[in-house]
């Protein structure tokens, strides 16, 4: 069954590519390509004729874009290859959703799991963006699967492999370093025997990611991954933020497309006497954090209902949606179908008081709660839809043993 699942999966993934696909690189993507192929550096900025390194974004998707333009060899249109090795990425992501539903149902439910995450229409559609989406789903399924086999402690784990997975979700996200300090911290709560197997774990993770990070000590004095904090703040926390923010124009030179606002007057002032030098991105990221915490201080209770609102559209659906076909009913019903049967599915999993599915809710609602501070956009649906297909299971396992019989 599970082949069948997969071959017909892969089939449709790539006739969606065919008809939906995007045809180029666009926005910070284009951005980080263009000038890391024409200077050889990762760089968002060059302004008055400096490169600017950047960590605007976590880098591993344009080293994904860039090797795939290398491997095509300039014979044909490097994107597709970026499109059939997502597809490729899917598929796996099927097998190992597979198994990790098969930590809490026999085959056969294992397989109805593997079947709504291969055709659930935001993910097929996926396959067809230029974005980090479908790369992400595969590598925090690799994550889980691995955290939940230290958990079970059964399977001996594999060092190098469960680290280099973390490296690349680090690189990948911003926001899997809570994640993947919650994982560990959750380890060694419920078994303290794993304290040097964690700590193993993160010394081999970070060392992995050690250029990366002496890149940017280097380049600004500071330690990080990401550094975009403050514009994300201030992007989902600002009078014209709605739950998938207010999408100005990150780059400076785009400026004259903001909204015309007396409330961003100060923000342009300190913008515009902003020293051009290599911390340029980290100094415009404090302005924006600034005025994204004097927002949020001047009106509590409007961002605190903002935030609540984002915690809803991203379980559920953002009922005010300025994107187009956002309410297609191909994408919203299933949606909220999902979401619905995610409800009581929690409660029946975590009622079992089992480990495994504690961790799963934690990581879950902790990407929902931290992700919602800044804002939601549809996309971002692809790293909580692998927990609530799964928890969507006991809600249906409940119905099928209740009104039918047990599968």
Avoid at 66 to 87: C, D, E, T
């Amino acid at each position: 069954m599970l082949r069948l699942i997969l071959a017909f999966s892969f089939v449709i993934k790539i006739i969606v590519v065919f008809f939906f696909h995007e045809k180029n690189i666009s926005n910070e993507w284009l951005v980080l390509f263009i000038n890391f192929e024409k200077f050889n550096i990762y760089t968002y900025y060059i302004l008055d004729g400096q490169n600017i390194p950047s960590s605007y974004m976590p880098p591993l998707y344009l080293f994904f874009l860039y090797i795939n333009k290398l491997l095509s060899f300039n014979f044909f249109n490097f994107i597709y290859l970026v499109y059939f090795l997502q597809v490729v990425m899917s598929t796996i992501s099927v097998v190992l959703f597979f198994k990790l539903c098969n930590n809490f149902f026999n085959k056969n439910f294992s397989n109805v799991g593997a079947f709504i995450l291969a055709f659930f229409p935001l993910v097929v559609l996926s396959n067809a963006l230029i974005s980090s989406a479908t790369i992400q789903l595969f590598f925090y399924l690799l994550f889980i699967n691995f955290a939940i086999n230290i958990i079970n402690n059964k399977i001996k784990i594999n060092i190098i492999m469960f680290s280099i997975v973390s490296a690349c979700c680090l690189l990948l996200r911003g926001e899997f370093l809570i994640i993947f300090f919650l994982t560990l911290f959750y380890i060694v709560l419920i078994n303290k025997k794993n304290f040097k197997l964690v700590a193993i774990l993160s010394f081999s993770t970070f060392v992995i990611i050690s250029p990366y990070l002496v890149r940017n000590y280097i380049n600004t004095n500071k330690i990080h991954i990401v550094n975009v904090t403050g514009y994300a703040l201030w992007k989902g926390n600002n009078h014209l933020a709605k739950v998938e923010g207010y999408h100005a124009p990150l780059h400076p030179l785009n400026r004259e497309n903001w909204e015309v606002s007396s409330q961003f007057l100060n923000l342009y002032q300190e913008l515009d006497v902003l020293k051009i030098n290599r911390k340029y991105e980290i100094e415009r990221d404090k302005i924006f954090l600034k005025e994204a915490l004097n927002n949020i201080s001047k009106d509590k209770k409007k961002y605190f209902i903002l935030y609540i609102k984002k915690i809803v559209s991203y379980f559920f659906i953002d009922w005010n949606s300025s994107l187009v076909n956002y309410y297609n009913p191909f994408h919203v019903i299933p949606l909220v179908v999902l979401a619905i049967l995610a409800m009581p599915g929690i409660f029946l999993g975590l009622s079992k008081n089992n480990n495994k599915l504690m961790y799963l809710f934690i990581v879950m609602f902790s990407l929902i709660f931290l992700i919602s501070i800044f804002f939601v956009l549809p996309r971002y649906k692809i790293s909580i839809i692998l927990f609530q297909i799964l928890f969507s299971l006991f809600s249906l396992n409940y119905i099928f043993k209740k009104f039918f019989k047990k599968i």
